[in-house]
């Protein structure tokens, strides 16, 4: 049985605690986004700054659970000084971390429907080596996977990926 | 009046045995949805198992067994709230749909363009989109009674706010807060202003008495599960010369009188709003809850919930003090035993989260009321309900619960 340790590890606890790259950026040049979990009122607010392909600079705000909030946190310090390329494979190995869960529910047929449709790069076939390779680029994201045994969580997790997919489509 | 024999009670509910996460159920969300008792779930087993067949068709012996049990319910929900006639009574899917029948309905053919329909920020949405899907619709004027700083109903502009107004539609006991309010008042002021007045009984039917006569409302929606019965089925109850003037709501089936290639005639009140195949068993089911409800005395079950309301608000505010708001009256009197209540540092998703370790149910979000939660300024509560099974082993272990979550998020 999944214990609370698996899904509030101490990193998760000290990103909610102390969030990074908080604040705003002044728009334009940066440009905003904002997503919104209807069900929980959860709230992510991105500053994306786009220059030449790289995001420059990125600041996050909003309000929500810890998961949420944490997961905002670590999203902004893994893109920051990327190229857009580089946050877009990020957001699809994030989005595969979180979809894992899926398929093994749909296996036993207590697949979240919530969940269809949250992202792209939502298909992942699952393999050792594939998991591998998205925890390699990862890093610190990993210990959010802990969140997919809580399937009523994974949302609040991939809020701030959702959010980024849709600032970056807007702002490229 | 006797008190609850809480224990005896327990030992009616087959859920209450189970345990989540090695640990006693302990369940604290039945303004949510209530758990069932053994007599619901007999009562409606037996229906599948001994006489089921579909009401007011077959003349054959279990289909009049069927047809009687399910206008038996009927008459049971009538006694309960006071009604005059069971034909006063139309069973809908629960309190939404009740809502819904009066905007499509009622409101249809009597609120016109530059009419005001007068809700409260406590309503559920439930009380609030209907009417904005009709004001969108109508050009028809929404007003909002605001709330005061205890968090009861801001009477001080009624007058001003029911000026104008067709329908004043107002909860009768607050899903998020527990603000009980005065119905039979603000009836009053009501007519008064020659407005009618809808009750969303949803959270007040399963917990104190009710007389749709003393409130003196014209209509008043209630839901069967959370008054023990099954979900699935609910009602309306509406004054019976309104009934009779209200247009049907769904066409169908069983609605009408008759039915030519040039239109149809519809049947007698409640039946003409009664489209298609009902949920028969689960109106059964919600006639058993009725019985189980009467049972207990719904004035004991209040009596009950004062008491061991006092005793969650007072262990609540002792052991976590400053660090924990409760948003809601603090009078006994002027509320139920629905609790919102907010750490100053935990979300109440993580707080949610964590007490389900101890196999503690409490609901976290914006209960289906965000512009309520816009007003109180937080994107969500959490929150304990108490009803007839809970006691203070509940709340104890409620209390204990929200320490380790304290103590898991402490910096």
Redesign the interface.
């Known amino acids: 049985?999944a214990?609370?340790e698996d899904?509030?590890r101490e990193i998760i606890?000290d990103h909610y605690?102390a969030p990074r790259n908080r604040g705003e950026l002044p728009v334009p040049p940066a440009h905003r986004v904002e997503g919104f979990n209807p069900?929980?009122?959860?709230?992510v607010i991105l500053y994306l700054e786009v220059d030449d392909g790289v995001v420059t600079d990125v600041r996050t705000a909003g309000?929500?659970?810890?998961?949420s909030q944490a997961s905002t946190s670590m999203m902004s310090a893994a893109i920051k000084a990327k190229t857009v390329e580089e946050a877009r494979g990020v957001i699809r190995a994030f989005t595969a971390l979180m979809s894992i869960h899926e398929s093994h529910l749909a296996e036993s047929g207590l697949a979240e429907s919530g969940l269809e449709g949250s992202g792209e790069g939502s298909v992942t076939d699952g393999s050792e080596g594939s998991s591998e390779l998205e925890g390699a680029r990862l890093g610190d994201l990993e210990a959010l996977q802990g969140v997919v045994k809580?399937p009523v969580?994974i949302k609040?997790a991939l809020l701030a990926w959702t959010t980024l997919q849709q600032g970056l489509d807007e702002a490229t | 009046m006797k008190d609850l024999d809480v224990a005896r009670i327990q030992a009616d509910f087959p859920i209450l045995k189970r345990q989540v996460?090695g640990k006693r159920l302990v369940y604290l969300d039945s303004a949510s949805s209530a758990q069932k008792p053994i007599q619901v779930l007999d009562a409606m087993d037996r229906s599948y198992r001994e006489s089921y067949a579909n009401v007011h068709r077959g003349v054959y012996t279990i289909a009049e067994e069927m047809t009687a049990a399910y206008e038996g319910a009927r008459a049971k929900v009538a006694a309960l709230l006071g009604a005059a006639s069971p034909n006063e009574i139309v069973f809908t899917k629960n309190v939404t749909e009740a809502i819904n029948l009066v905007a499509n309905t009622w409101a249809r053919v009597n609120v016109r363009e530059g009419d005001a329909i007068v809700i409260t920020e406590m309503e559920h949405h439930a009380n609030v989109v209907p009417w904005q899907m009709l004001a969108a619709e109508r050009g028809v004027e929404l007003r909002w009674i605001p709330l005061t700083d205890d968090y009861l109903l801001d009477l001080t502009d009624l007058d001003r706010l029911l000026d104008g107004a067709k329908l004043l539609s107002v909860t009768a006991a607050s899903n998020v807060l527990g603000t009980i309010n005065d119905i039979s008042h603000l009836s009053a002021a009501a007519h008064a202003a020659g407005a009618l007045v809808l009750v969303d009984a949803a959270q007040a039917v399963p917990h104190l008495p009710v007389d749709v006569a003393a409130w003196d409302a014209d209509f008043v929606g209630f839901t069967g599960h959370k008054m023990l019965g099954p979900s699935g089925i609910g009602g309306l109850w509406a004054r019976p010369e309104l009934l009779e003037a209200m247009p049907p709501f769904l066409g169908g089936g069983e609605m009408i009188r008759d039915v030519t290639k040039d239109g149809f005639t519809t049947n007698d009140v409640p039946w003409k709003f009664e489209a298609g195949t009902m949920p028969i068993v689960e109106a059964i089911g919600l006639g058993a809850a009725v019985d189980y409800l009467t049972g207990l005395g719904l004035d004991a079950v209040r009596e009950h919930e004062k008491t061991l309301t006092t005793y969650m608000v007072d262990q609540l505010t002792n052991r976590f003090g400053a660090g924990l708001t409760i948003y809601g009256p603090r009078d006994v009197e002027q509320r139920g035993g629905a609790v919102s209540f907010l750490f100053d540092n935990i979300?109440?998703?993580?707080v949610s989260?964590?007490v389900d370790?101890s196999g503690v149910c409490v609901r976290?979000?914006?209960h289906c009321a965000?512009p309520l939660?816009r007003v109180l300024g937080v994107?969500?509560t959490t929150r304990a309900s108490l009803y007839v099974y809970n006691d203070e082993a509940d709340v104890d272990a409620l209390v204990e619960a929200l320490a380790t979550a304290e103590r898991?998020?402490a910096?």
């Open positions: 049985m214990g609370l899904l509030y606890l605690r069900l929980c009122g959860d709230e309000q929500g659970c810890s998961i809580f969580r609040c | 996460h979300h109440a998703h993580d989260q964590v370790e976290a979000g914006h965000k939660m994107p969500a898991f998020f910096i």
